[in-house]
């Protein structure tokens, strides 16, 4: 209710202001997620980058895109360094970047996964993103050695 009550609860200034307090507000009394600090800090980031490099608003760094999955991803791992998930492995490091694709899988799903290439959450290469929310993905790097939980 508290996100539907404020319809400016994602504008940049409320974004890179956000508090503990208001961020918890937004789950009512249903469990919140792990890592709630980690995430508090992603959106107040997020709030900045929008506000420094994109009008203050998502839509304009999507556009930036042009219709490219492979390249909003980039923006975002250039822009919000929260969402470069690395690890190192044998001495090398190795960039997964689930988050990233994570977010803009999740931003073409929330648009309907849009087909008309006029639209600015049309992908023509969303089939290129490889990794999605699949808590079997780190279990299974973890196992075998690659990934390591802090």
Same mark, same amino acid.
């Given at each position: 209710?508290?996100?539907?009550?404020?319809?400016?609860?994602? %504008?940049?200034?409320? =974004?890179?202001? #956000?508090?503990?307090?208001?961020f918890?507000s937004?789950? +009512?009394?249903? !469990?919140?997620?792990?890592?709630?600090?980690?995430r508090?800090?992603r959106?107040?980031?997020?709030?900045?980058?929008?506000?420094?490099?994109?009008?203050?608003?998502?839509?304009?760094?999507?556009?930036?895109a042009k219709? %490219?999955?492979?390249? =909003?991803?980039? #923006?975002?791992l250039?822009?919000?360094?929260?969402?470069? +998930?690395?690890? !190192?492995?044998?001495?090398?490091?190795?960039h997964?970047?689930k988050?990233?694709q994570?977010?803009?899988?999740?931003?073409?799903g929330?648009?309907?996964k849009?087909?008309?290439?006029?639209?600015?959450c049309?992908?023509?290469?969303?089939?290129? =993103?490889?990794?999605f929310?699949?808590?079997?993905?780190p279990?299974?790097?973890r196992?075998i050695?690659?990934?390591?939980?802090t």
């Amino acid at each position: 209710d508290a996100l539907v009550k404020d319809d400016s609860a994602f %504008s940049t200034l409320k =974004l890179k202001s #956000l508090t503990e307090e208001t961020f918890l507000s937004w789950f +009512d009394n249903a !469990i919140p997620p792990p890592n709630i600090y980690e995430r508090l800090l992603r959106l107040q980031e997020l709030g900045c980058v929008l506000e420094q490099s994109y009008d203050g608003l998502a839509i304009n760094m999507i556009k930036e895109a042009k219709g %490219s999955a492979a390249e =909003l991803v980039k #923006l975002i791992l250039m822009h919000l360094p929260g969402f470069r +998930d690395t690890s !190192i492995y044998n001495g090398r490091l190795i960039h997964f970047y689930k988050r990233a694709q994570i977010l803009v899988a999740d931003v073409w799903g929330a648009y309907k996964k849009p087909q008309d290439p006029n639209h600015p959450c049309y992908f023509h290469d969303i089939h290129e =993103l490889t990794m999605f929310a699949d808590y079997r993905i780190p279990q299974i790097l973890r196992q075998i050695g690659i990934l390591e939980y802090t």
